[in-house]
């Protein structure tokens, strides 16, 4: 029988060459050696406190813009304020007869539209300062600048969106 290619032979082992194979595939498992392999390195050579490596820019990468996230608080605020200063009219119309909830709705409502349109327009006067702002960097020693834009479609059926990064 051959070791190498025991599918070689046309011949079925026999019960005693086949616990001999067995014996011998398990018993070379056991003797070799596990291989090792590094799946991370870490550099340990000290950082230089200073050196001739230019400044990085390292810009705010934010998932909601700030004015966004500023009308939503804002929102959040003005229905905590509607809700109960429509409670307090509730309890106000609770001592006159036969108030229904259509007579709450007609007197709140105004105070919740004029809260949104004072939002609205906060948001817009806010957003058209902070388009105003000029950055300025000042860097001593060489400076290498790249500028990438970067724009990626995704299209659909009904519904298609891109998503524009510009690397400064």
């Given amino acids: 029988m051959s070791t190498e290619n025991p ?20 018993e070379g498992l056991w003797k070799s050696e596990p291989v ?3 799946t ?9 406190a200073y050196g ?4 990085e820019p390292q810009p705010d990468h934010r998932i909601v813009p700030p004015w966004a996230a500023g009308v939503a608080v804002a929102s959040i605020g003005v229905g905590a304020g509607i809700t109960g200063v429509g409670c307090g009219v509730w309890l106000v119309c609770q001592g006159f007869a036969a108030v229904t909830l259509t007579s709450v709705l007609f007197v709140t409502l105004p105070i919740a539209a004029v809260a949104a349109v004072v939002v609205a327009v906060g948001s817009v006067v806010r ?3 902070a388009a105003n702002v000029t950055t300025h ?3 001593s020693g060489a ?3 790249q500028h990438n834009t970067q724009v990626t479609s995704h299209g659909g059926k009904w519904f298609g969106r891109s998503n524009t ?3 400064h």
């Fill in 127 to 129: 957003s058209v300062k």
């Fill in 137 to 139: 960097h000042h860097y």
């Fill in 52 to 55: 001739t490596t230019p400044p």
């Fill in 36 to 38: 090792t392999t590094e």
């Fill in 7 to 26: 599918a070689a032979d046309s011949r079925p082992l026999s019960e005693s060459e086949a616990e001999a194979e067995a014996r011998r595939i398990i």
């Fill in 143 to 145: 400076v290498n600048q």
């Fill in 165 to 167: 990064t510009v690397n």
């Fill in 40 to 48: 991370s390195y870490v550099d340990r050579t000290p950082v230089p």
